[in-house]
T-cell receptor, first 108, second 113 residues
Framework: LAKTTQPISMDSYEGQEVNITCSHN???????ITWYQQFPSQGPRFIIQ???TKVTNEVASLFIPADRKSSTLSLPRVSLSDTAVYYC?????????FGPGTRLSVLP | NAGVTQTPKFQVLKTGQSMTLQCAQD?????MSWYRQDPGMGLRLIHY???????DQGEVPNGYNVSRSTTEDFPLRLLSAAPSQTSVYFC????????????FGQGTRLTVV
C-alpha cells in the first residue's frame, strides 16, 4: 500500500480556494487516488477519486500530475461548513489506509 | 435507503465485559469492514469481509471477532474489553470490484473503564 504524506493542518478564510496536496511517491501503476472528508462525530464521506490528470465534480477538483507522485484536492470558495479533516488515500481494491489526514479550519 | 446503520451510538463497558457492535447496510454491498479511530488519528482497519461467509483480518484485529452470515450484517465482537479498546468504531460498506466508493456509518463511541 502506498504511503501518503499530507499537511497536518491548514487554515483558510471563507470564500477562498483551498488546495491540499498529498505526496505518494511509491504509488503503483494500478493505484487510484481517493479523497474523503470527515466532520466531527461522523464517519468519513467520499469526495472525489481520480487516476490521472484532472477530475471535477460538484464538490471539488482533483489534480494529478503526469508522474502521479502527488495530487492536489482543490475546494473552491470554502465556507465554514467545509471545516473538517480531509484524507488522501492511495490504493487499488478494497483495503485503503487512512493516515491522520489534514485538519482544515475555515475562519469567518 | 438507510445506508450503513451502526448500533449502539454510545457504550460504556467495564474491563473484561464482552459486547457486540452491530452494523447493517441496505445497499447489497459485498464488501464490509470495521475501523477504529483514536483521538487525532486516522482510521485503522480491524476486520473486513468480501461476502457472506468470508472474513479476514485487517491491521489491528487482536481482541476482536467478526462473522458474516448475511450480506446485510457484519457484527463486531469484543471478547474481553480492555481500556485500550476505548475508541470510536466505524463500519463501512462498498461494492466489490475496482475502487468503489465506501459508505460509512455514524460510528459507535466505546469507553472501557
Amino acid at each position: 500500500l502506498a504511503k501518503t504524506t499530507q499537511p497536518i493542518s491548514m487554515d483558510s478564510y471563507e470564500g477562498q480556494e483551498v488546495n491540499i496536496t498529498c505526496s505518494h511517491n511509491n504509488i503503483a501503476t494500478n493505484d487510484y487516488i481517493t479523497w474523503y472528508q470527515q466532520f466531527p462525530s461522523q464517519g468519513p464521506r467520499f469526495i472525489i477519486q481520480g487516476y490521472k490528470t484532472k477530475v471535477t465534480n460538484e464538490v471539488a477538483s482533483l489534480f494529478i500530475p503526469a508522474d502521479r507522485k502527488s495530487s492536489t484536492l482543490s475546494l473552491p470558495r470554502v465556507s465554514l461548513s467545509d471545516t473538517a479533516v480531509y484524507y488522501c488515500l492511495v490504493g487499488y481494491g478494497q483495503n485503503f489506509v487512512f493516515g491522520p489526514g489534514t485538519r482544515l479550519s475555515v475562519l469567518p | 435507503n438507510a445506508g450503513v446503520t451502526q448500533t449502539p451510538k454510545f457504550q460504556v463497558l467495564k474491563t473484561g465485559q464482552s459486547m457486540t457492535l452491530q452494523c447493517a447496510q441496505d445497499m447489497n454491498h459485498e464488501y464490509m469492514s470495521w475501523y477504529r479511530q483514536d483521538p487525532g488519528m486516522g482510521l485503522r482497519l480491524i476486520h473486513y469481509s468480501v461476502g457472506a461467509g468470508i472474513t479476514d483480518q485487517g491491521e489491528v484485529p487482536n481482541g476482536y471477532n467478526v462473522s458474516r452470515s448475511t450480506t446485510e450484517d457484519f457484527p463486531l465482537r469484543l471478547l474481553s474489553a480492555a481500556p485500550s479498546q476505548t475508541s470510536v468504531y466505524f463500519c463501512a460498506s462498498r461494492r466489490t470490484g475496482g475502487n468503489t466508493e465506501a459508505f460509512f456509518g455514524q460510528g459507535t463511541r466505546l469507553t472501557v473503564v
